[in-house]
């Protein structure tokens, strides 16, 4: 029998041992809860505290550029700038109970082999630093160390040497398709061409890697976390690279051979409407940024806007034929100079009588009066709208820099305006947009927007095709078809028909040459910005091929444009393997009636 006595003594014991393992089992919740269930946030939260969290960027690589055949012309590669510790080598050279297994002497000589830096100079550099600061712990070696030289470094042994690895881009192909890749400055970031346009393709997303360390620098377990980068996508372009290679080699032999300032190839695919070749002189290295002047770094290509001069009477031709106001027998008398009622002179670039000028033969003599009678018969609206179906005023792909071109409204062209409109003046183009003009004539008068980027490869394989490209029917495929047939007889009619004629190939041309403006609200005298388009062969159009030279001495007509536009043409017709000519050429178009 229990007694009270003996009862109170053993209550007690039982409720402080109940209490007990209630606190007992209340720490091993919260231990769980902290070691397990939220395990994550206090490791994040604790990283954010005192001096023993870590955060390291892991870097992602910028994606590469490549051509429509998947030739390289922009990667990224990573490199090593190796520096290292003088305070920490001193302190081991002095170290006598423990002696480094190289001697700083030996190991200067050993790094110097590697880096290919002169060891005599590296233990004096090193010990200038360390006499102008005993604590030194920076001195650098070698910017821009391969993989190869890097393992080697490495491979020395030496805690207080430190390769520290940078991504840096590079540019296979150097100058081919320079100016269209673009380049990066000293910090990454793009600034021009397909690096600045593509940039959210390209660009890598950063990762990270935080973790907790001890007082003894080891790593906390448990507390690694990383969040892996991204590498940058693959763009692809529409540029054929050989082709790009030697349009720029040519445009280069042309443009110096031609005395000019500058000149440039453009290359359309006229059924896609896709950029083949976007070529100019002088060219860019984006590998070398200081061999070029900075007004080079750029693009002349899309960024140089000029009056297209009688390249553009196809386009007022166009107008007036798809409008209804002319037909092919419709003609007009025209002499070389004649003054317009309104009071506005016209002069041809030859001296003619009154010609009874058809449209093709106003083409064909390019000729300035005629064309301004032609394109007056239908109202200034009227051209106004067709200039601007033909592009005239819009960016065709938005290019970094790219201008759009100069187009004035119809309320302020003025009693010249009125008529230098109709061949070419009074409004600016770029080489695409001129290019663009002619595919929509080639391809039966449906015009294609320009492309020049094939798509995005995401770095999970995953590829982001471009946007189809908008189509518009600007104009009958009846009128297209005669102009490109008179187009056809200004190649085989006009002055420059033997210079650019290609052997077993049919083709449509035209030549332009524009009065320079001097930036005083005139013009240069006796200089000229040059141009020369066309597209072959004329009977099944494939591409269309644009020439520019500004401002050639030796020859400064149109005529300076011809041997390189036959040799651009040619070229590509030789690229893309185009069957020649077939069927022969419709029976000549009368210059007059």
Not at 541 to 559: H, K
Not at 565 to 577: E, G, I, S
Request: overall charge negative.
């Amino acid at each position: 029998m229990t007694t009270r006595a003996t009862r109170g003594p053993r209550r007690r014991t039982v409720v402080a041992l109940a209490v007990i393992l209630a606190v007992l089992a209340a720490f091993v919740v919260r231990l769980v809860d902290i070691q397990v269930v939220s395990a994550s946030d206090h490791v994040a939260d604790s990283l954010q505290v005192g001096q023993l969290g870590y955060t390291e960027t892991l870097r992602g690589n910028r994606g590469s550029v490549v051509d429509e055949n998947g030739t390289l012309l922009a990667s990224s590669t990573k490199v090593y700038d190796a520096q290292m510790d003088p305070k920490v080598m001193k302190l081991l050279e002095e170290n006598e109970d423990n002696p480094p297994e190289t001697p700083w002497n030996e190991a200067a000589d050993q790094i110097a082999e590697v880096t290919g830096l002169d060891a005599d100079d590296l233990r004096a550099g090193v010990a200038e630093t360390l006499a102008a600061n005993p604590e030194s712990q920076y001195y650098p070696l070698k910017k821009g160390l391969s993989t190869s030289e890097y393992l080697k470094l490495r491979d020395l042994g030496l805690s207080y040497v430190h390769p520290i690895p940078r991504e840096t881009r590079v540019y296979p192909n150097g100058a081919v398709a320079g100016n269209v890749v673009g380049y990066l400055d000293s910090a990454g970031k793009a600034q021009a061409g397909i690096e600045q346009m593509q940039a959210q393709c390209l660009s890598p997303e950063n990762g990270e890697r935080t973790y907790l360390r001890g007082t003894d620098g080891v790593i906390i377990p448990g507390s690694d976390r990383t969040v892996d980068a991204v590498n940058g996508g693959t763009v692809q372009l529409t540029i054929n690279s050989d082709l790009q290679w030697y349009m720029q080699q040519m445009i280069a032999e042309e443009a110096q051979k031609q005395d000019a300032k500058a000149g440039t190839a453009f290359v359309l695919e006229v059924e896609t409407g896709k950029i083949r070749a976007a070529a100019e002189w002088p060219a860019l290295d984006p590998n070398d940024l200081d061999a070029s002047s900075p007004e080079d770094w750029g693009t002349r290509v899309f960024g140089r806007s000029f009056e297209p001069g009688s390249t553009f009477k196809a386009i007022t031709a166009s107008a007036v034929l798809d409008s209804g106001a002319v037909n092919m027998n419709t003609t007009v008398s025209a002499a070389s100079h004649e003054t317009f009622p309104n009071g506005a002179v016209v002069n041809d670039a030859f001296v003619h009588g009154a010609y009874n000028y058809t449209l093709a033969g106003a083409l064909i003599d390019s000729s300035n009066v005629a064309l301004s009678k032609f394109g007056t018969m239908v109202d200034p609206q009227v051209r106004y709208d067709y200039m601007k179906k033909f592009g005239v005023g819009d960016k065709t792909i938005d290019f970094p820099r790219e201008e759009s071109g100069t187009i004035h409204p119809v309320s302020e062209w003025d009693s010249q305006s009125l008529y230098t409109t109709t061949f070419g003046q009074y409004f600016t183009v770029t080489a695409p947009q001129l290019a663009g003009a002619y595919q929509a004539i080639a391809n039966g008068g449906e015009k294609i927007d320009l492309s020049l980027i094939e798509s995005c490869t995401l770095a999970d394989g995953t590829v982001v095709e471009r946007d189809d490209p908008k189509h518009e029917q600007i104009i009958s495929e009846s009128t297209a078809d005669t102009v490109a047939r008179m187009l056809e007889n200004v190649s085989v009619q006009g002055s420059l028909a033997e210079q650019i004629e290609i052997p077993g190939y049919r083709a449509a041309t035209k030549t332009g040459t524009a009065q320079v403006p001097d930036n005083k609200g005139g013009y240069k005298p006796g200089v000229y910005y040059t141009s020369m388009v066309g597209f072959a062969p004329a009977e099944d159009p494939q591409y269309v091929v644009v020439v520019t030279l500004d401002e050639p001495l030796r020859i400064r007509g149109s005529a300076a444009t011809a041997p390189a536009f036959q040799k651009a043409m040619t070229q590509v017709l030789k690229t893309y393997r185009v069957s020649p000519s077939t069927k022969p050429m419709d029976e000549l178009l009368p210059k007059f009636k």
